[in-house]
């Protein structure tokens, strides 16, 4: 087994990734600042192969430190959110998420070079996309569109020319992967000063799954909706996308290569808060309002997945009900409690 580093170790998907290594018997080194969420516990916390450093990735005397005898780096720290979050940020996103692609490239080569590191495999997003006229989406396709108009897509492809770059004057072996649409429990309110409402409710800035949940928890209604809802989705477990990165890490075929995580299934938000709304409100008819949609709401994100299934072996598993059945009851304690 390997010695993995993972930074954003206590992120949304990272939490999902520590999990994953952790359960298949790799020695992991986590680092995260705590900076959307603040402090957040998982159960794997105490792992006895499980390290957790609070610290900034930006920091590339502490990046150089901790990837000492790793032989994986999985590069997952980010400022990082849903719509609301990266209009919000969208400078702050820009500059701190660029600075921490320097830091980790520069601690990355400098391990490879001189130790045992083997690759890094970043994460990327379904947003270098965000351009495109035609789907699904095929590995390459970021190369050929215009690139993204927001900030966040924009620096997210930045993410993958670093990585390309590394290899193409230092030799840095990569694998780049793009999650679709994460979902899953654990994420709490993003820390920060900026209030977004969406009718009476505060938004959690985080993704839409949680936020529809908790307004029809709440009590909204009718139901209020960013844009027309019928924007298209492809809802992945995180269980499934870290199963799908790890997967990418070890697999000899995915040196220097690039792949689309995520299921098959297109969703719009629209049948996405019929759903939700079905679950917490049997028997009240479903009325929703629209509200103004954000400039950069990408109307379709719809992968091509044939790459990571005959390459890697990867599909995603896990259903939209299945996510469901996971994630409403956690939202609705999470309210409960204050948390969102």
């Given at each position: 087994m390997a010695k993995v580093m993972v930074t954003g170790a206590a992120g949304f998907i990272g939490g999902y990734l520590v999990e994953q290594l952790l359960t298949d018997g790799h020695d992991v080194v986590g680092l995260d600042d705590f900076s959307k969420y603040g402090p957040v516990i998982h159960t794997h916390d105490d792992d006895a192969s499980y390290r957790l450093v609070e610290g900034d990735a930006r920091d590339p005397g502490l990046m150089t430190d901790l990837l000492d005898g790793c032989d994986h780096l999985i590069a997952g720290a980010a400022l990082i959110g849903g719509i609301s979050y990266f209009h919000t940020y969208a400078y702050d996103l820009l500059a701190a998420n660029e600075r921490i692609m320097a830091s980790t490239c520069d601690a990355a080569i400098k391990a490879h070079r001189s130790g045992r590191l083997q690759k890094v495999t970043y994460i990327s997003s379904s947003m270098v996309y965000e351009s495109t006229n035609h789907w699904p989406s095929v590995e390459g396709d970021q190369l050929r569109i215009a690139p993204p108009s927001s900030s966040y897509g924009f620096q997210k492809l930045a993410t993958e020319y670093f990585a390309m770059a590394a290899w193409a004057q230092y030799q840095l072996p990569y694998t780049i992967v793009r999650p679709f649409n994460c979902v899953g429990v654990g994420e709490a309110r993003a820390m920060g000063q900026a209030t977004v409402l969406s009718g009476n409710v505060h938004l959690a800035m985080s993704h839409v799954v949680p936020d529809l949940v908790q307004k029809v928890v709440k009590g909204q209604h009718p139901?209020?909706?960013?844009?027309?809802?019928?924007?298209?989705?492809?809802?992945?477990?995180?269980?499934?996308?870290?199963?799908?990165?790890?997967?990418?890490?070890?697999?000899?075929?995915?040196?220097?290569?690039?792949?689309?995580?995520?299921?098959?299934?297109?969703?719009?938000?629209?049948?996405?808060?019929?759903?939700?709304?079905?679950?917490?409100?049997?028997?009240?008819?479903?009325?929703?309002?629209?509200?103004?949609?954000?400039?950069?709401?990408?109307?379709?994100?719809?992968?091509?997945?044939?790459?990571?299934?005959?390459?890697?072996?990867?599909?995603?598993?896990?259903?939209?009900?299945?996510?469901?059945?996971?994630?409403?009851?956690?939202?609705?304690?999470?309210?409960?409690?204050?948390?969102?």
């Open positions: 139901l209020h909706i960013l844009g027309d809802g019928q924007q298209v989705r492809h809802y992945t477990y995180g269980g499934d996308l870290a199963r799908g990165i790890v997967t990418a890490m070890a697999h000899e075929a995915a040196l220097n290569q690039d792949f689309n995580l995520s299921t098959a299934e297109s969703t719009t938000v629209l049948e996405l808060a019929r759903r939700i709304w079905s679950r917490l409100r049997p028997g009240l008819p479903f009325e929703f309002v629209s509200d103004p949609a954000f400039e950069h709401d990408v109307r379709t994100r719809a992968p091509d997945v044939t790459k990571a299934r005959d390459v890697l072996g990867f599909e995603a598993k896990v259903g939209l009900e299945e996510m469901l059945d996971e994630v409403v009851p956690w939202v609705e304690a999470a309210v409960r409690a204050g948390r969102l």
